[in-house]
């Protein structure tokens, strides 16, 4: 289950790297929605990671982090076509893309500690 929804974070990021590209290129106003929608599984499937690593006991502090991001991504990303419009929308739309891409990285850490944790030893002790 951990290990499928952080496959999900992966697939849905890329895709919204992609969709949001031709968006920005202004190829597809209509594409928004759907990026939208994929938006909600990326976070739907980032919060399952957090939660599945909070159960299992692992990475705990950072699969918080983790879910609280998750929030962070929705927020900003329901509302930012209507913050900072005009000429420094861009500073906007350069933080929704970090954040995504943090996002997509924390999801990689916490999942990765899932793993090694499933497939048994000290997680702790070892290097990330
Ligand atoms: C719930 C999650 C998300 C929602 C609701 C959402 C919503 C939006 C909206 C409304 C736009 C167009 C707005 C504008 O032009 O100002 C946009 C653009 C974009 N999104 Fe998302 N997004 C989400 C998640 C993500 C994620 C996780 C990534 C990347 C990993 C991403 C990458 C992009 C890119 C590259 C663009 C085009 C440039 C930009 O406007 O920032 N989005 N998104």
Redesign the pocket.
Known sequence: MGRTAATIVRIT?VL??V???F??MGGGPML?PV??VV??A??IAMWVVGFRAISARVASPLAVLLIAWGAI??AL??T??QILQGPN?AA???L??LV??I??GLSEMVAKRLRVAHEGGALDARPA
């Open positions: 990021g919204l790297l969709m949001g590209l968006v920005w928004v990026h939208m938006g909600v990326f976070v991504v929705v990303g329901m930012q076509a929308h906007i739309q350069g929704h893309v995504g891409l996002g997509m």
